[in-house]
C-alpha cells in the first residue's frame, strides 16, 4: 500500500511520473529498511548487554576492519546510486525541450493568468495532450510557486524574472494546479485546473478563447464570461455580498467615497481607469489590492462596463 500509485501522490499523469515516482519509493523504501534494521539492532544489543549483577564489561576493541569497511561500502554505492538517477531526473525535467509549445504564466495577488502565442488568455490551463509544454512564468507582486502535483511539477515564480519549467501529459483530462508559496490573505484560494485537450479540441478552444468579444453572442454575455475569466467574480461579488472588493450589483452609476476623501460616480471612464490603474482612486474602507488589468483590450473593457450597467439595472 505504501508503495502504491496515489498513496503518497496523486495518480500521475505526465511523462517524467515514472522517473520521480519510482526514485521517491526506492529512497523511502532504503529508509524504511535502515530505519527497521537500526532499531531492531540497537534494541537487540541494549537487551542482550543491558548491565546484570555480577558481570564486568569486558574491554571494547578499538577497531573492526572488516565492518568499518562495510559500513562505509555499502551506504556509498546505494548514495552513489540515489544521485545518479536523482541527478539524471533532475536535468530532464530542466531540459526544455526545443520543440515545446509555450505557455506564458503570470501570477499574481491571487489568481493565474495563461497567455497564448494567439493573445488568448485564460485562468485556468489548456494544453494539448501528448504534445510539450514549456511554461515561462512571472510574477507582478510576490513570490508565488506553481504546482501540478500530477504531473510532478513545481517551479516558484518570481517578480521581476522569468522562471520556466516543462511536462508532458498525454490523457487528456482534468488536474488541479496550487500556488504553494504563502502569498498573502487569499492564498489559499489561489487555484486553477489544467484541462488537457486532444489537439482539435485545444486548437478549437485556443482559437476561441483568443477573441471572447468577437465569439460571444452579444457584448453583454462577453462581460458576463470576462467577469469570470479574467477572475473579478473572486474579489467582486454580483449578490450584494462584500467580498475582498466591493459588489458590483447596483454600483455602476452611483456615488462612492474614495479613501483620502472625494467622492466619484461610477461611470464607463471610472471602471476603465479602475481596470487600467486600480490604486488611483481606492474605494473608501477596501485595500489597496485589485491587481491592474492594463494589459486588457478596449473592446474586453466595454463588454465589463456593459455587463455592470446590467447588473446596476437588476436585470
Ligand atoms: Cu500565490
Redesign the pocket.
Known sequence: MFFAQGFWFPDGASTNTGDHDWLFHFILAISAIFFALIIAVGTAFVLKYRRRPGVSAEKSPTHNGTLEIVWSVIPSILIVFIFYYGFTTYLASRTMPPEAFEVQVT?K??SWEFNYPNSAQDPDLYVPAGKAIRLVMTSED?I??LSIPAFRLKQDVVPGRYTDSWFQCDEPGTYNLF?T?Y??TL?SK?LAKVHVLPQAEFDDWVEKAADIVGNAPSLLAAGEILYHKRGCAQCHSITGETLTGPSFLGSFGTERAISGGGRVTMDENYVRESLVNPQAKVVAGFQPVMPTFKGMKDDEITAIITYLKSLAKGE
Open positions: 501570477a495577488k491571487w510576490v508565488h510557486s500556488c508559496e502569498c498573502g492564498h489561489m
